[in-house]
């Protein structure tokens, strides 16, 4: 019998993913450790190896599928002797009618046949309360559903480009660019018309018909959140209603900084594996890492349980991509040299604007740094990512009149904006969390013992 080649979970909290690309094709002999697929998470397009031996029977899931659950078949796997035209068992055998009629005639048995509906029933569990009417039944992804209803499309008039004529992202993607598929309000009713369906409506949905009634039809875009927006949305949403958040703030003169680093890259080999080129933000990762090693008690995460406190300084620092971010982690950076950090880092964020990173390498840690200085930002606040406790955000360092003793002189200043979790870190906490934080980054000769 075929072997089924299950959606894996790529990650601990992975419950569905979109199937990028297939780097195998039917018929192809395929051995454990080949790759044979690239699956999206929500933040990551991350290879799939194969794990036995044998010949690719049936692509299930056709490329570009969004929302497929772990652990449902993705392909089959034919050992020696099996055909293809065997892989198709496998997918009748859920469905329940063939098993009611087998007790007549014989010839029954191929009843299941001609008919690939039972494929799609796992993920059109409710197109019957979809409000297109007519009893038939429409099959879609769920996010396709949503991105229809978004744009006030009829997915009963669009055409199908997924496995079995299913429904997915791109088919509605393809209608709201196309201008077709609309449904069509009654006169005098606009975005009210879906209104006589109650059963359908959600608060969401009723909060997005009052958005878009506010605007002519044909003058906005649809643009449909990816996986990365939506979980962005979802943990930082989170963060504000359930985190109380205050803030410290401080200015940190950086002109020894600037001056240590300029001599430190000049001497810094050029190429080779020990070649390495400060940053601002590396000095600032290792002086976090440190001072959380000062000051233990804000080195910690909120559970219900308990609070957590790390034995390490595992720092995240916020990547800007396209269409979102990452926070990448450098793990024990109290333990790291200035040049291990930075290296560390660049291949981090490197991978990560290519969304090529593992999730353990962006989930966990224990704080984070948001730095906005590149853009000429004085001065913000970041939001908590949880399970973190704390978050610095560094503005642009520029230079600013500062009065030392008696007399007024030009120095170089950043400001610092310490957010902390009121829940385990309290006020004095975060204060000398940042003060040690200020002690280290004026004087890097600290971080160098």
């Known amino acids: ?63 570009g599928t969004e929302g497929v659950k772990v652990n449902t078949p993705i392909a089959t796997l034919l050992g020696d002797g099996e055909s293809a035209g065997a892989a198709a068992a496998p997918k009748n055998t859920p469905a329940a009618a063939p098993k009611a009629e087998a007790p007549k005639a014989a010839p029954v048995a191929k009843a299941p046949t001609p008919a690939p509906a039972p494929q799609a029933a796992p993920t059109a569990s409710q197109p019957k309360s979809n409000g297109h009417g ?44 196309d201008g077709t598929g609309r449904a069509q309000p009654k006169p005098g009713t606009a975005v009210a018309a879906k209104a006589p369906s109650p059963g359908v409506l959600t608060p969401q949905t009723m909060a997005d018909d009052k958005i878009l009634a506010l605007y002519e039809p044909g003058s906005y875009e649809v643009v449909p959140h990816d996986g990365m927006r939506r979980v962005i949305a979802q943990r930082l949403t989170q963060s504000k209603q359930t985190i109380p958040h205050f803030r410290v703030s401080v200015d940190c003169r950086i002109d020894e900084l600037l001056r240590a680093r300029e001599r430190m890259n000049a001497v810094a080999p050029k190429d080779g594996p020990r070649a390495y080129k400060l940053s601002v933000n590396d000095f600032a990762i290792k002086a976090l890492a440190m001072a959380l090693m000062q000051v233990p008690h804000a080195n910690v995460s909120w559970t219900e349980g308990g609070t957590l406190r790390h034995r390490y300084a595992d720092v995240g620092v916020a990547v800007a991509v396209e269409g979102g971010l990452f926070t990448p982690i450098i793990r024990h950076a109290e333990l790291k040299s200035l040049s291990e950090i930075s290296n560390e880092m660049r291949d981090l ?37 949880p399970p973190h406790a704390t978050i610095l955000a560094i503005g642009v360092g520029e230079k600013r009149p500062v009065v030392n003793g008696d007399k007024v002189e030009v120095a170089t200043l950043t400001t610092c904006t310490l957010s902390c979790d009121h829940r385990v870190v309290d006020g004095a906490v975060g204060a000398e969390l940042l003060t040690a934080f200020k002690t280290l980054i004026e004087d890097p000769v600290r971080m160098l013992v």
Request: glycine content about 12%; cysteine-free.
């Open 1 to 63: 019998m075929p072997t089924e080649i299950l959606m894996p979970a790529l990650s601990p909290t992975m419950e569905e993913g979109k199937l990028a690309k297939w780097l195998v094709k039917e018929g192809q002999t395929i051995k454990p450790g080949d790759i044979i697929a690239e699956i999206e998470t929500d933040k990551a397009t991350m290879e799939v190896e194969a794990v036995d031996e044998g010949k690719v029977g049936r692509l299930l899931v056709s490329e």
């Open 349 to 385: 964020a490197d991978r990560a604007r290519k969304r090529r990173l593992a999730p353990n390498e962006y989930q966990g840690g224990t704080t984070s740094i948001s730095n906005l200085g590149m853009y000429g930002i004085k001065s913000f606040d970041a939001v908590i990512n």
């Open 134 to 177: 007519g009893g038939e039944r429409v099959f879609a992804s769920p996010l396709a559903r949503r991105l229809a209803k978004g744009g006030g499309l009829d997915l009963a008039a669009l055409s199908g480009s997924g496995p079995h004529g299913r429904i997915v992202k791109r088919d509605v993607e393809s209608a709201l660019k």
